[in-house]
């Protein structure tokens, strides 16, 4: 099928959604990655054997990720003419009492967290009840989704099909306004609107730098020299982030769509869709819409009948963080080791063998159709006056609700990690809230306050980065927090400038001895000198901002550092070396079950009799501590 | 590049002119403003991964550090090559290296210039009985100048490391000696013994070629086939030893001359004749 | 394949064209090249190098740094699965290290290294995405979330051999 003009784009769309919103119900199961690691596999299976077996005809799919991924493994049964029930925490066991329920049109309460009565088409500000008939009264026992604390101050753009669409059909994108974006683009508007439109929309780069997005391509516009070249970075590195996992999984046409209009709008005919290999699932998820689009005609030669011609091709990361990194990552497109060069003269200019090339991330591409569609007024009404739209945080650490959040700029720090995440797990206390990944820095619990914006967080010490929140309680070490961050920049320092990769290592060098208790009093210095050296002298932003861990532990945690250093104490009981285990005499009952769960044989004592940790041999590994029916065994 | 015109600006409130494309650190070499570097040569593409070549450039009320080995300057820019900041970034960068290669005497005479306290940054870990800074020179010469490609790195990050793929001896060496020659830390070498040449740090032998006059062993014979090829020598020259090839020469010269040399007498000329062996 | 295992190029030819094939033997295609290579062999035998170098006409000292810069090639015959530890920030925070700590103790393997039988490799990992579920492991292309400790003696089970088959 091509889809070569509007009409026929117009009529699919049509077809999809009279198919979706037919008489059947239907039943999506969260498959991303999230959802699998919990079990979906099996209960998907569990799912179509149980609704094998019934007269009834139901549809069930496989769906990307609604962000709570604390309740996964999440199904969601539309009950036609009803509403949408989410079901969290499913089992296989729970299937067939789902499948029933369905059938109903009811639900099944015991793993029922919320339902959701109407469905919004966000790209054609629709907003389409599914409520036409009466819910019995199990049914409207069920909280609102617009009532339940994690959804209820999400605002969903770059999420608006994850979790809600077969990420492997392309109709179904369609039906919910895909690819009119591009149309729009292509056979209504000129690429200096288009540029105009990103522009006044506010909209600014998603992975970390925070740079215009309409900038970006007008100065790639711009630029002398042909072909150029846009591209995509899906090589999603920081740790503690994965926004653009879920986007690719649970909705690969957004991306494919948004570097349409972008090549459009700057003249390239060739993109690049560069993504992690870590990433299996997102990989084949991209690949099969690629063929997909293709097969559509909305890729290759005269798009819609406008003219344009543009090509994507995946490229999968190998395995390097730093090819997040724009210089680094176009080295390793053209098949080098990735290794970043100064940007004395910007990749727009001379990017991808020496060509302009615009590189954006995934959920800054994912943004555009959107944009397009509601108009940059719609979206620049959105957010604060220097950060405009929402923007997706991963919420993890020991928050207890976590997950994917998309919230708009500009919310507070405290109404996203207490309100919607719930707070931290319970019994401990909120410490600090790592953003921005290794590049980023801790924000410590008295600033909760702070609402997340790029300025905002910068000016903290931290920054937005991809959008990573690393929800720290008190039993999380600092300086341990630092060390990982430092260890973990060592590791993927390419090697080619000295700061970088020689003052890593000895950053890390002097954090082991810390969290060992070998610390010394002149290191809180050194660590700040061997900062002025990375910062300043790096060649790149990853050795550029790779201090930013330790400078932001040390400006708002220095008192842990002085007491590993002065005192040789984990306050938070991290570090190995300066923890004692032992065993209050009065409390124990001799009973052996510290001696069985002890690996390394530290553990000694007769039988009823109080027994005795040999520290000599200890290996600290605290597995004696849950073994205690007594809670005898103490931490000092 | 970015720049078609020649662009006035200043290195340390002098004036000075850069031709289109030309680096900083060209205009201040020519003009002899000292800026040290060790992982630059003339001959070779520049990568800016030493950092010691680094400037401050300010325009308006800004200033940044540059790499002046690859940074080309912009109209009006004022470059400064020796403030407290310059000198901080270089006083780390030189303890960085030394830590790393305390035994390298470039570095220890740039540590004394500097003021590098020394033992500050005794590496706990067995590192720093290097001489090799990765500066990458060699890899650079032997991949643009010689075209053998014969070592590169190995690895990232305080791991990555110059050598022959897979550690072994590089089928692609042809014994140039280029990477020795351009090595600023004296951290590679060659031995000739016998007939072959070692590349000690390459884990390379290259078989030595034998002069046709006195027997000795004097170059790879696969470099001699490459000159050969590059540099079209004399087909009877290039089988000779230098000194054997000088005494040809010498002897040819002189044979010359023996014939020149009775008309010269006749004619009345003087003929001043140098003896300039060549090779 | 298995650990020890080694490749004969002339064997191995037409599996190492038809990677070569599909990329048309464009150099810049040297690290998809690479990456599909990996997977098919499990590893990146050095006459599989050398023979890529002289297809792609890429140099062999750039092949050899692709090799050992990228994480995901091995030069090492792996074991029959790859576990990958997670090592992000949410899995550090929720325990990862334990995790790796027991993996090593019941494999008798350090990180990186593969079994004495050939059956697993244990690596780490830098983020797999996962960070609502730390902390997470991957089998092969599976991913586990909230791994505990008393768990991993069950998840190894589930993919050795059994000595009957083996």
New interface residues.
Partial sequence: MMHKCPEQLAAVRKRARARQNHARPRILVGAA??G???GAGPVLEALRAAAATGAEEMEITETGCNGA??L?PIVEAVLPGKTRVMYGHVKPGDAPMIIQATVNGTVYEERALCRVDADEILLEDVVAPYRRNGLDAALERIVARDAHPFFRSQRHIAMRNCGVIDPASLEEYVARGGYAGAAKALLEMRPESIIEAIKRSGLRGRGGGGFPTGRKWEACRKAPGEPKYVICNAD???????MD??IIEGDPHSIIEGMIIGSYAIGAHLGYIYVR?????AVRRLRLALQQAEEAGFLGTDIFGSGHEFTIQI??G????VCGESTALMA???????EP??K??HTV??GLWNKPSCLNNVETWNNVPAIIQRGADWYAGIGTTGSKGTKVF?????AKR???VEVPMGVSLREVVEEIGGGVTEGRTLKAI?TG?PSGGCIPATLLDVPVDYESLGALGSMMGSG?L?V?DNR?CMVD?AR??TA?L??????????C??????ML?VLT?ICEGAGRA?DIP?LE??S??MT????CALGGSAPNPVLSTLKYFRNEYQAHIDEHRCPAGVCKALLTYRIVAEDCSGCDACVDAC?SGAISGDYSEAHVIDESLCAR?G?CVPACPQGAIILQ | MHQMNPVNFSINGRPMRAAPGETVLSVARRNDIPIPTLCHHEALTSQGSCRLCVVEVSWGDRSKLVTSCIYTPYEEDRIETDTPRVRTLRRLVIELLLARCPNVDVLQRLGWEYGVKPGRLAPEDGRGKERCILCGLCVRVCDEVVGQHAIGYEGRGVERRITTPFNDHAAACIGCGACVYVCPTSALHYEDVENVRIMKEFQTRVELAQCRQCGRRYAPAVLIEKVTRCAQTKEDDRHLCPACRRRTFAERMSAWMQKQLPDARANGDRLDVTTRAGG | MSAGETVSIAADTPRLEAVLQRYRRVPASLISVLEDLNEEFRYLPRPVLEHVSMALNVPLNQIYHVATFYKVFNLAPQGKHTICVCEGTACHVKGAGAIMEKLQEQLRVSEGGTTEDGQFTLRSVRCLGCCALAPAVMVDHDVHGELQLDETARLLSRYADRPDDA
């Fill in positions: 990655t999230c699998l690691a919990s991924c604390y996964e999603e590195g920081d740790p503690g982030a994965y996992r879920a290999q870590e990433y299996p699932l490229n999968r190998a395995g390097a963080f390793s497109l053209e098949g080098r080791v990735g060069r100064a004395y003269i200019e001379f991963s919420l993890v650490g020991s976590a997950g994917l790592q990944g990573g690393v720290m999380t927090v990982y961050f973990f060592k590791e993927e320092s390419c090697g080619k400038c000295v700061p990769r020689e003052g890593s290592a000895h060098d001895r002149e050194l000198e061997l002025v050296v300043d002298g790096s060649l690996p590994c597995l």
